[in-house]
């Protein structure tokens, strides 16, 4: 514990240098990576469905898979990824909905580039948006939601 709460005051660059030595923050990344890869799944059927057989325009499509697969990923990234069930639900909900809304936000504007701009079919540009975001999406979940 005393390794850690001395990790936090160094500057950044060796901060991750630190982290990235405990293999924990290995196993966690993992997890994250798990996880995510199931809301990868739930999103992309849920926007795959609402554009093609529900004939919903791309944009609010990835609005209502986005809020279908943050659902998902919050509850198992508490219980499993980050093991945070000693932590205020509520609160960490909203950090999780806050950094996922930004990660969302940046994922929505890929999306509509590589739609808009580069002709992308919208499934395969959904695909590509999410991976986008998923680092910036785990940093924020690690450091700020659902941080000891």
Known sequence: MQDDASAVALPLHRRVRHGMRHP??????????????????????????????????????????????????FWWNRHWTFEARDGHAGFQAARFLTVSVV?????????????????????LAQAIAIVTAT??????????????
């Open 24 to 73: 924990a923050n290995w196993l966690q990344l993992v997890r994250f990576g798990a996880v995510g890869a199931s809301g990868y799944v739930v999103n992309l059927a849920v926007f795959t469905a609402t554009v093609h057989l529900l004939g919903i325009d791309y944009k609010v499509a990835a609005v209502l898979a986005f809020l279908i697969s943050v659902a998902n990923n």
């Open 103 to 123: 990660a969302f936000l940046f994922s929505y504007a890929v999306l509509v580039a590589l739609v808009e701009a580069a002709g992308l079919p919208k499934v």
């Open 135 to 148: 680092p910036l999406s785990f940093v924020g979940q690690k450091l700020w939601s659902f941080r000891r």
